[in-house]
């Protein structure tokens, strides 16, 4: 089993920054690929972006070129750097593991961009 524990979310205006954290539980060794993933209110929950320990990394169209993702192995962390916020950018945010064993997800953390 893999726990996973964001955070890192808020509150911040349009045009602004926040960086999300993950911290798991295990190593990445056994983990094929880390992801952040979105629900916004009364949507399905989508990825925004992913990373595998290549490291090799894909986005969702609407974040390219705006959100970060990136992975600390000694650590067992995972980051998103999240620029140029808009408020539809609003949601839980939520980080999972793909794993040998199945998904594993952590509890959400809100961000909320204000216009």
């Known amino acids: 089993q893999v726990q996973l524990v964001e955070s890192g979310g808020g509150l911040v205006q349009a045009g602004g920054s926040l960086r999300l954290s993950c911290a798991a539980s295990r190593s990445f060794f056994s983990i094929n690929r880390m992801g952040w993933y979105r629900q916004a209110p009364g949507k399905q929950r989508d990825l925004v972006a992913a990373?595998?320990?290549?490291?090799?990394?894909n986005y969702a169209d609407s974040v390219k070129g705006r959100f970060t993702i990136s992975m600390d192995s000694a650590k067992n962390m995972v980051y998103l750097q999240m620029n140029s916020l808009q408020p539809e950018d609003t949601g839980v945010y939520y980080c999972n593991a793909h794993t040998v064993w199945g998904d594993y997800w952590g509890q959400g953390t809100q961000v909320t961009v204000s216009s």
């Open positions: 990373i595998t320990s290549g490291p090799s990394t």
